[in-house]
Nanobody, 126 residues
């Protein structure tokens, strides 16, 4: 079974950048989809980007043009490069995975994903 662990969170000022990483270990089906979600206290977990094993990438409107999702060549890490950060990007960020899945999977919502990391906090201050 696949395990996920996020890293790279921290505190930055408005307009700054951070790069989150999600280390993947264990087995996952050769056809898979992985996504980044974020959550603030009292709100539902929000999907923001996804990457599938076929290379399809999709973003929510809230991060399109500022965030970039990618996978390393060894397929051990899923990254989220976050540029031009805004205070509203402050949240706990999670990566999620589902095997036997393709497409813009973040749009399926958090219940679609059986596997999650523990999260990494991102704080953007003005």
């Amino acid at each position: 079974q696949v395990q996920l662990e996020e890293s790279g969170g921290g505190s930055v000022q408005v307009g700054g950048s951070l790069r989150l990483s999600c280390a993947r270990s264990g087995y996952i089906d050769s056809s898979y989809c992985m996504a980044w979600f974020r959550q603030t206290p009292g709100k539902e977990r929000e999907g923001i980007a996804s990457f599938d094993s076929g290379g399809q990438i999709d973003y929510s409107d809230s991060v399109k043009g500022r965030f970039t999702i990618s996978e390393d060549n060894a397929k051990n890490f899923l990254h989220l490069q976050m540029n031009s950060l805004k205070p509203e990007d402050t949240a706990m960020y999670y990566c999620a995975a589902r095997g036997r899945s393709q497409g813009a999977c973040w749009r399926e919502g958090p219940d679609f994903f059986p596997t999650w990391g523990q999260g990494t906090q991102v704080t953007v201050s003005s």
